[in-house]
Each structure stands twice: as C-alpha cells, then as structure tokens.
C-alpha cells in the first residue's frame, strides 16, 4: 500500500537546521508531487511546500521561503525538508504527504509525522 | 492568503446522532471552469497524522464509511457525520486548494456526549 515513513524526533538549538526525509513506497514516486505541512502546539496545519518528485520543480510559502529547501532523491524515492535558522516557533510536527491527483490538489496519505522541538 | 473558518471549535454528540461540522472560506473556492469546488476535509485522531475523508467538497476518499459526507459551494461548506462513532472522535480539518497557497481550517474536535 502507499507510504510514507518519516525520519525520528529532532531536538535543535536555535540557530540551528534541522533536514527531516520521507521516504516512499507502494507507487511510482516521481508520478506525484511531495507537500510538506507543518502543526505547531495548538496551531493549525500550515502548508510549507511541495516538490515535483519527478523533475524536481519546488514552491515554497513566502513565510518560509528563506529558511525552507525541498530535494528529493529519486533513487532512493526519498523527499528531503531542511529548515534553516531554527527558532522556538519551529517546535512542531511536520508531516510529508503525497498529492494522489497529481495536480497540487489534495494530500493522501500523509507521513506519520516528525516532531522537531528548538530549544535551548 | 484564503483564510478558512470552522465553527464550531469543538462539539459533543451522542453516540448514533448527526454531528455537523461548518467551514467558511474567505473567497470563493468555486472553480468556475469546472464547476468543482477545491476544497478537502481529514480527519486526524489523537496522535495519527491527518486522513483524507472527502475532496472536491462532496466526494468520498477510498475506504470512507457514507456516514462521512460533504456539502456546500462557493464559501460555504458543511461536513457531516451520521450515526457518529465511539471511532468518530477526532479533529476535523477543512482545507482549501483553490490557491496556491493552501490553507487549512483551525480544526473542530468532535466527542461523544
């Protein structure tokens, strides 16, 4: 079946990067896209960005975008998240999830989640 | 950015009752082209990632019990569960893909009364 396995819980210092994979299985990896949403304690989910696993192409939120960079390795049907210049307000979940329309549309399934916790 | 509106926050229904969930966008999420409203619903239990329940505002993921159903247009919509579940009990996320720039619900916790 389709999945997506996350790497472990992270603990940061501020100031700090952090680089979260998801790696995929049960369907052809470069077909669909890889978004990434993030839940801080008591937020709601906030969209960071997304991947073409096939050519590669990335969009980031304006949020995020100087801190943010997506990759993704093919061969290893692998997608990579890396969050620069940690700070506390970066404590959260962060989920990967596959786009099935394949059109930027809606996220299933969604990776079981990486807690990341800044702290010094 | 659409910002997406759930009401209630949280609620508590009986077992076997109907539990009504309310999402309201910013701007219309009505797709004139194609007539199909780019809006989700997911479901996330305690401690599990967020489930795919209905897209294009009505239509059933994979494997969701009809007791699950969506409705609504424009900037208005409902998701509604029939006959509510002790498995029911969850946050519930609207989401909207019209923009580029998705955006998600602030989430409805559904209990048992």
């Known amino acids: 079946q389709v999945q997506l396995v996350q790497s472990g819980a992270e603990v940061k210092k501020p100031g700090a990067s952090v680089k979260i994979s998801c790696r995929a299985s049960g369907y052809t990896f470069t077909a669909y896209p890889i978004q990434w949403v993030r839940q801080a304690p008591g937020q709601r989910l906030e969209w960071m960005g997304w991947i073409s696993a096939g050519n590669g192409d990335t969009a980031y939120s304006q949020k995020l975008q100087d801190r943010l960079t997506i990759t993704r390795d093919t061969a290893a049907s692998t997608a990579y998240m890396e969050l620069s210049s940690l700070r506390s307000e970066d404590t959260a979940l962060y989920y990967c999830a596959r786009d099935p329309s394949g059109n930027l549309k809606w996220f299933d399934p969604w990776g079981q989640g990486t807690l990341v916790t800044v702290s010094s | ?113």
């Open chain 2, 1 to 113: 950015d659409i910002v997406m509106t759930q009401s209630p926050d949280s609620l508590a229904v009986s077992l076997g009752e109907r539990a009504t969930i309310n999402c309201k966008s910013s701007q219309s999420v009505l797709y004139s082209s194609n007539n199909k409203n780019f809006l989700a619903w997911y479901q996330q239990k305690p401690g599990q990632p967020p489930k795919l329940l209905i897209y294009w505002a009505s239509t059933r993921a994979s494997g969701v019990p009809d007791r699950f159903s969506g409705s609504g247009s424009g900037t208005d919509f409902t998701l509604t569960i029939s006959n509510l579940q002790a498995d029911d009990v969850a946050v519930y996320h609207c989401q909207e893909y019209f923009s580029s720039v998705w955006t998600f619900g602030q989430g409805t916790k559904v209990e048992i009364k």
